[in-house]
Structure formats: C-alpha cells, structure tokens
C-alpha cells in the first residue's frame, strides 16, 4: 500500500515487459484479472491493450456469486466495464470463452511462495476456474516484489499452483 502511482506504473511496465519478452502471445486466448486499484494491484490494462497488437483474444472474469465461479467475457472495450461490489472491474457484457480455451492465465495474488503456491482473497474463485483449464495452459502470477515466501502454510488439495511469477525484475519458474 505505500506504493506510490509513478512506482506502481514501473512495475507495471516493467511485469508487462517480462511477459512479452518471454511469451508468445500473438493468436493466444489470455484471461487477465484487471487490478482493483484501491488495494494497488499491478496494472494490466497496459498487458491488454499491448495483446491485442499480437491479435490475442483477452478475457476478463466477472464474479457469478450464484455458482461462486468466475465466468470470462471478451475484453474489447473500457466500456464494457462496471465496478463490483468487490470493486473489481467486470464486464457487464460481451462474449463468453470457455476456461479450457485459455493459453494464459494471468492469475492475482497477495503472496506466493518458492513452489508457486499462493494466496489470494480467499473465496476459491482462481483455484475452481484453474482447476477447469486446459493442462497446457500456464498460469502466471504477477507480484510487486521479487522475494518470494519460502512456503505458504496451510495449503489445501484444491489450490492450485501457479506456472510462474512475474516481478518486475525477474520470471520464477516453478515447473
């Protein structure tokens, strides 16, 4: 939280670098969470805005509390978005990807350890929508800082680990 904008701007850029550097993108389905800014998560609108110039299709969750599910909507327009009672941007419309499409999963995270297991906001949603995806796609965390957690404890059997991080200095691997 004691980030400040211009700081939080750097490290977006710099996690938005990493990744094109590092992925082939161009043709790829990409779900990317978009940051809810009061809690300072990093900037991925400029991951989206930077994907649709490889013609990667980029979808973006919205909460079905129902099914307790997140379901993906076809990011195409700043317009499609509204604020959530979590104050998350979601699209209000737009077409559905189904998860098993995804190549790339860009995943939120408040910590996560050398093994790739992290913690989230604590309701599952990530965990249930990983579960459904493709076993080719990667998941990729996104993370302010470059030290990770030696373990996170009490890890359940329905959490699912992530493919890597990015920081905005470095990609950790944990395949």
């Known amino acids: 939280m004691a ?3 211009r700081d939080l701007e750097i490290a977006s850029e710099h996690i ?4 094109f550097s590092n992925f082939q993108v161009e043709n790829k389905k990409l779900s990317l ?6 809690t300072k998560e990093i900037n991925t609108y400029i991951i989206w805005e930077k994907a649709r110039s490889f013609d990667a299709k980029v979808a973006v969750p919205k909460i079905d509390a129902k099914s307790q599910s997140l379901k993906h909507i076809l990011f195409e327009s700043i317009n ?9 941007p979601e699209p209000h419309s737009g077409k559905v990807i189904s998860s098993e499409h995804f190549d790339f999963v860009i995943v939120p995270l408040l910590a ?5 297991n992290r913690v989230g906001y604590g309701k599952g949603f990530y965990d ?8 080719r796609a990667k998941f990729i965390g996104v ?26 200095s470095k990609i950790h691997r944990f395949e």
């Open 3 to 5: 980030l400040s904008p």
């Open 16 to 19: 938005c670098h990493l990744f």
């Open 33 to 38: 969470f978009l940051p809810i800014e009061r």
């Open 80 to 88: 499609q978005l509204e604020i959530s009672s979590y104050g998350i």
């Open 112 to 116: 996560i350890d050398k093994k790739g």
């Open 128 to 135: 249930r929508f990983l579960s459904r995806c493709s076993p």
């Open 143 to 168: 993370s302010h800082f470059d030290d990770l957690e030696t373990e996170i404890p009490e890890i359940s059997t329905s959490d699912i680990p992530l493919h890597y991080c990015i920081t905005p």
